[in-house]
């Protein structure tokens, strides 16, 4: 389901039509037991780097276990599980953000 490049870690996932798109992993969280994943199209990694904020959006996914008991990365339904991991992640993310320059 993923490989490594550098410590950087990539996942080929497949859409509702079938379309393998690839994505980066740019963060992981554990809220009420169950983890999480934000990430950003591939692609997008390498746009965000050119772009003046360096900002992109992400997406949020939720780790289970299919039927086999693999690994499967599932969108969230629900909004107020969607509203309450989407701010760890913005939490998160806003840490890592240097302001004003300093550490």
């Known amino acids: 389901m993923s490989e ?7 996942y080929t996932l497949v859409d509702e039509e079938g379309t393998e798109i690839e994505f980066e992993k740019i963060g992981e969280a554990e809220l009420n037991g169950v983890t999480y ?14 772009s003046d904020d ?13 039927e086999n ?7 969230i339904d629900d909004d107020d599980e969607f509203d309450n991991v989407a701010d760890v992640f913005d ?13």
């Open 91 to 103: 939490d998160m993310f806003s840490e890592e953000i240097d302001y004003d320059g300093k550490q």
């Open 54 to 66: 360096g900002f992109c959006e992400y997406v949020v996914l939720r780790l289970e276990k299919d």
């Open 37 to 50: 994943f934000a990430m950003i199209p591939a692609d997008s990694a390498e746009q965000a780097a050119g």
């Open 69 to 75: 008991g693999d690994d499967s990365l599932v969108t």
């Open 4 to 10: 490594k490049e550098n410590e950087r870690e990539f």
